[in-house]
């Protein structure tokens, strides 16, 4: 599948930041006229942070005022004890944050993991929504462009002293963020567990999720509160192994859930086996009942589908003829529709056309290598028929029973 571009719009005002000069500091106000008084639970070790909250005596620089730039760990903490009194983050607290983030020294202190955890924990509580809390994370990363970039790996240190509990999910994302999506699946994992602690804990356990930026968070969210319903559903399949990022891409999904979101249930489990497939479609259709639809999303060829990154862990041919076509034919509803959203493989020939022949099942598939742009989800009772449309327009596959192609 081809990589087509999902960057959020980075928000770049306010992006003066000299973060790498001393300078910068001298001359900003740390704290006037915040509260007097600091509970002990919201204070972090070792730093006065009463002394931070007192007013100054005149708006008039004074050299109490000037930040030691030299020691980034405290300069980070101060920051950390200015949101905690003022409730959110400001444009010095962002550019000190920053200048110790540029550092290679230092990071890796007890002191500003926990500076970097509070700071998150202040983003949440300020995002009203999915969006908001991606913007406040991308404004964040917008200003450390500015001032020239992190060192390379450290949005995983990041992302790791964000997420507290679940730190072990930064593994999976990797230590590369040049596309972003360390940050947008540090936004989404965030935002869900604000919205419903537990949350992200259920879905890694239960759907085999691990890259939550890939999805919209009111699907997963969706996903989550219905758990235990049995209404009309549909199985969504990514596979774990994607190498350009491209499943980042998540606008089709998001208008597809705004369609039928009310009337279906789609549950998105990730992948990285046909051992993994098999067991997790089994499990929700006995809980749930039988599908309505399936989406297959993975790199593919006319050969296969790979799932994960060795060679072993692809839906070939082979594997479709003997059992995988059988276990779609078995948990899902007669009539449901089946679409990939994988390269070529709706060529004649191809892997969807021994899905269809194996299963049963309408099986539409793009002809190119290309990424759908719109599902055309259409509503028949209980299943769901797809008519899907691809980025370059290339015609569609659609197999009958018999595996051959009508369209």
């Given at each position: 599948?081809?990589?087509h571009?999902?960057?959020?719009?980075?928000?770049?005002?306010?992006?003066s930041?000299?973060?790498?000069?001393?300078?910068?500091?001298?001359?900003?106000?740390?704290?006037?006229n915040?509260?007097?008084e600091?509970?002990?639970?919201?204070s972090?070790?070792?730093?006065?942070?009463?002394k931070?909250?007192?007013?100054?005596?005149?708006?008039k620089?004074?050299?109490?005022?000037?930040?030691?730039?030299q020691?980034?760990v405290e300069?980070?903490?101060?920051?950390?004890?200015?949101?905690?009194?003022q409730?959110?983050?400001?444009?010095?607290?962002?550019?000190?944050?920053v200048?110790t983030?540029?550092?290679?020294?230092d990071?890796?202190?007890?002191?500003?993991?926990?500076?970097?955890?509070?700071?998150f924990?202040?983003?949440?509580?300020?995002?009203?929504?999915?969006?908001?809390?991606?913007?406040?994370?991308?404004r964040l990363?917008?200003?450390?462009?500015?001032?020239?970039?992190?060192?390379?790996?450290?949005?995983?240190e990041v992302?790791?002293?964000?997420?507290?509990e679940?730190a072990?999910?930064?593994?999976?994302?990797?230590?590369?963020n040049?596309a972003?999506?360390?940050?947008?699946?540090l936004?989404?994992?965030?935002?869900?567990?604000?919205a419903a602690p537990?949350?992200?804990h259920?879905?890694?356990?239960?759907?085999?999720?691990?890259?939550?930026?890939?999805y919209?968070?009111?699907?997963?969210?969706d996903?989550f509160?219905?758990?235990?319903?049995?209404?009309?559903?549909?199985l969504?399949?990514f596979?774990?192994?994607?190498?350009?990022?491209a499943f980042?891409?998540?606008?089709?999904?998001?208008?597809?859930h705004?369609?039928?979101?009310?009337?279906f249930?789609?549950?998105?489990?990730?992948?990285?086996?046909v051992?993994e497939v098999?067991?997790?479609?089994?499990?929700l259709?006995?809980?749930?009942?039988?599908?309505?639809?399936?989406?297959?999303?993975?790199?593919?060829?006319?050969?296969g589908?790979?799932?994960?990154?060795d060679?072993?862990?692809?839906?070939?041919?082979?594997?479709?003829?003997?059992?995988?076509?059988f276990l779609i034919?078995?948990c899902?509803?007669?009539?449901?529709?089946?679409?990939?959203?994988?390269?070529?493989?709706g060529?004649?020939?191809?892997v969807?056309?021994h899905?269809?022949?194996?299963?049963?099942?309408?099986t539409s598939?793009p002809?190119?290598?290309?990424?759908v742009?719109?599902?055309?989800?259409?509503i028949?009772?209980?299943t769901?028929?797809?008519n899907p449309k691809?980025?370059?327009g290339?015609t569609r596959?659609?197999?009958a029973?018999?595996?051959s192609?009508?369209?």
């Open positions: 599948m081809k990589k571009h999902y960057f959020f719009p980075l928000y770049m005002e306010a992006l930041c000299r973060g790498d000069n001393p300078s910068f500091y001298e001359g900003s106000s740390i704290v006037k915040e509260q007097q600091i509970e002990h639970s919201t972090v070790e070792d730093v006065d942070a009463q931070l909250s007192q007013p100054q005596e005149s708006d620089p004074q050299e109490s005022d000037r930040l030691p730039a020691d980034t300069t980070s903490i101060q920051a950390i004890n200015r949101i905690l009194i409730g959110t983050p400001d444009d010095l607290t962002e550019s000190i944050l200048h983030l540029r550092q290679k020294a990071f890796g202190t007890q002191k500003v993991q926990k500076g970097i955890h509070h700071y924990e202040v983003l949440e509580q300020n995002a009203e929504d999915p969006e908001s809390f991606v913007s406040l994370i991308t990363s917008a200003r450390a462009d500015a001032a020239g970039g992190l060192p390379d790996g450290r949005w995983h992302a790791q002293a964000a997420l507290g679940q072990d999910l930064a593994d999976e994302w990797g230590v590369d040049a972003g999506t360390i940050e947008r699946n936004a989404t994992t965030l935002y869900l567990e604000k537990g949350a992200v259920y879905l890694r356990e239960e759907y085999g999720i691990q890259h939550f930026g890939r919209p968070a009111q699907m997963l969210l996903m509160h219905r758990r235990e319903e049995t209404g009309p559903w549909g969504t399949i596979a774990k192994a994607d190498h350009n990022d980042y891409y998540s606008e089709p999904l998001a208008q597809m705004s369609e039928v979101g009310d009337a249930t789609t549950r998105i489990i990730e992948c990285d086996s051992t098999r067991r997790l479609m089994a499990r259709a006995a809980k749930h009942g039988k599908a309505g639809f399936v989406i297959i999303n993975a790199h593919g060829n006319p050969e589908m790979r799932l994960g990154d060679q072993d862990q692809v839906l070939t041919k082979e594997v479709i003829n003997e059992r995988f076509g034919h078995e899902t509803e007669e009539g449901a529709g089946i679409c990939l959203n994988s390269c070529s493989t060529q004649q020939g191809a969807s056309e899905i269809a022949a194996s299963s049963g099942k309408q598939a002809t190119t290598d290309t990424a742009q719109d599902y055309g989800a259409e028949r009772g209980n769901i028929h797809f691809y980025h370059d290339s596959t659609v197999a029973d018999n595996g192609a009508i369209l």
